[in-house]
């Protein structure tokens, strides 16, 4: 069953964001171009981006449950067979469910830094940084340092570079929004869990995979525990890691993965929520200030379209008969009239 308390307040403001943002696809609103393709196409990734982040958060949920789900069969299997034989047991079925459990562990760190990075697009967005919107991430947005006065200081060189020369109601817009980013993660956790979790996700997509290490304890009598925590230092080589420990528990957070894990995807849903109450207040500050312009070139650019035709071109060709009814969400129709692609009929 899903625990969706969990990241009820991060699925609220994803939707008070996207709310927002919908009720304001206008160009004149953005003080963009009527008829600028690019103004059209960023207002509509802005809205997607809010949305994203909720699907993004209940795929964490669904990956916590999944997870749970998975060591339960598997740590039941281990300790039946080494209470039976005295060995730990092998096959595909346990190959399997081994890969199970990884791949749900690391599927749930991508999509909470994917939650946080969607965030981060509508921040990008909303405060007129120079950064490309479709490229956003959440760590370039974080202080080098928390003890730092940020966002006047510890910016790494990419915020500097976005945050470069912009005019005074602009820079105002930047570091509230800012300033908000850093006060929701450090209230949504203890110190660090925010880097702690964007390295997880940054080893789990990128970079060699974290060693798993299960101790096991007990006897016959008292029956056996299996303990699965996580690495403390997932930015490290695994080496590294066992280099700078002086004894294997040292590797590991003092805590089962299942709690780290379901603490990130709780904190992870109020740094969204903390987010959009400080974008709902500045955005509404932006919305009528007829002196802060954004230019759609500084944080737009068209992607190139793609040349794969797919594994079997043809195969699966859909052609729309006379009589084809689309069915869409109401406010996807409206985001595409918005964007010119599609009248009120639902026509293309």
Same mark, same amino acid.
Request: net charge negative; glycine share 6%; charged share 20%.
């Given at each position: 069953?899903?625990?969706? !308390?969990?990241?009820? #307040?991060?699925?609220?403001?994803?939707?008070?964001?996207?709310?927002?943002?919908?009720?304001?696809?206008?160009?004149?609103?953005?003080?963009?171009?009527?008829?600028?393709?690019?103004?059209?196409?960023?207002?509509?990734?802005?809205?997607?981006?809010?949305?994203?982040?909720?699907?993004?958060?209940?795929?964490?949920?669904?990956?916590?449950?999944?997870?749970?789900?998975?060591?339960? *069969?598997? =740590?039941?299997? %281990?300790?039946?067979?080494?209470?039976? /034989?005295?060995?730990?047991?092998? $096959?595909?079925?346990?190959?399997?469910?081994? !890969?199970?459990?990884?791949?749900?562990?690391?599927? %749930?760190?991508?999509?909470?830094?994917?939650?946080? =990075?969607?965030?981060?697009?509508?921040?990008?967005? +909303?405060?007129? %940084?120079?950064?490309?919107?479709?490229?956003?991430? @959440?760590?370039?947005?974080? #202080?080098?340092?928390?003890?730092?006065?940020?966002?006047?200081?510890?910016?790494?060189?990419s915020l500097k570079r976005a945050m470069r020369a912009a005019p005074e109601r602009v820079a105002e817009l930047q570091h509230q929004i800012l300033r908000g980013i850093r006060g929701s993660y450090m209230s949504a956790g203890p110190p660090g869990w925010l880097r702690w979790m964007l390295d997880a996700r940054n080893t789990a997509v990128h970079r060699e995979q974290s060693a798993n290490y299960v101790f096991f304890e007990g006897d016959k009598k008292t029956g056996l525990t299996v303990y699965r925590n996580l690495q403390?230092?997932?930015?490290?080589?695994?080496?590294?890691?066992?280099?700078?420990?002086?004894? #294997?528990?040292?590797?590991?957070?003092?805590?089962?993965? @299942?709690? /780290?894990?379901?603490?990130?995807?709780?904190?992870?849903?109020?740094?969204?929520? $903390?987010?959009?109450? +400080?974008?709902? /207040?500045?955005? !509404? *500050?932006?919305?009528?200030?007829? &002196?802060?312009?954004? #230019?759609?070139?500084?944080?737009?650019?068209?992607?190139?379209?793609?040349?794969? &035709?797919?594994?079997?071109?043809?195969?699966? *060709?859909?052609?729309? *008969?006379?009589?084809?009814?689309?069915?869409?969400?109401?406010? =996807?129709?409206?985001?595409?009239?918005?964007?010119?692609?599609? =009248?009120?009929?639902?026509?293309?």
């Open positions: 069953m899903l625990e969706t !308390a969990l990241i009820q #307040p991060g699925i609220d403001a994803s939707e008070q964001m996207e709310s927002m943002l919908a009720g304001d696809l206008h160009a004149i609103i953005w003080r963009h171009a009527p008829h600028d393709s690019d103004g059209a196409d960023l207002r509509d990734y802005v809205l997607g981006a809010a949305r994203s982040v909720r699907s993004n958060l209940h795929s964490a949920l669904v990956q916590l449950a999944s997870y749970r789900e998975a060591r339960y *069969k598997l =740590d039941n299997a %281990l300790i039946l067979s080494l209470a039976r /034989t005295g060995s730990v047991p092998r $096959g595909p079925h346990i190959d399997e469910l081994g !890969a199970r459990l990884n791949a749900h562990q690391q599927a %749930l760190f991508t999509a909470l830094g994917a939650a946080l =990075d969607c965030t981060a697009a509508v921040c990008v967005a +909303v405060s007129g %940084l120079r950064m490309n919107v479709r490229r956003a991430q @959440m760590p370039a947005l974080l #202080p080098t340092s928390d003890d730092a006065d940020f966002p006047t200081e510890g910016r790494s060189q403390r230092h997932p930015q490290m080589s695994n080496l590294q890691s066992v280099r700078l420990a002086d004894s #294997p528990a040292a590797m590991l957070l003092e805590e089962d993965a @299942m709690v /780290t894990m379901r603490e990130c995807v709780r904190s992870t849903g109020l740094v969204v929520s $903390g987010v959009n109450a +400080v974008i709902e /207040t500045e955005w !509404a *500050k932006r919305r009528i200030a007829l &002196d802060i312009r954004v #230019p759609v070139s500084e944080q737009w650019d068209q992607a190139d379209p793609s040349t794969f &035709d797919g594994f079997q071109p043809g195969s699966a *060709k859909f052609v729309p *008969k006379p009589g084809t009814v689309l069915l869409m969400n109401p406010r =996807d129709s409206a985001r595409l009239a918005a964007g010119g692609v599609l =009248d009120s009929s639902g026509q293309h």
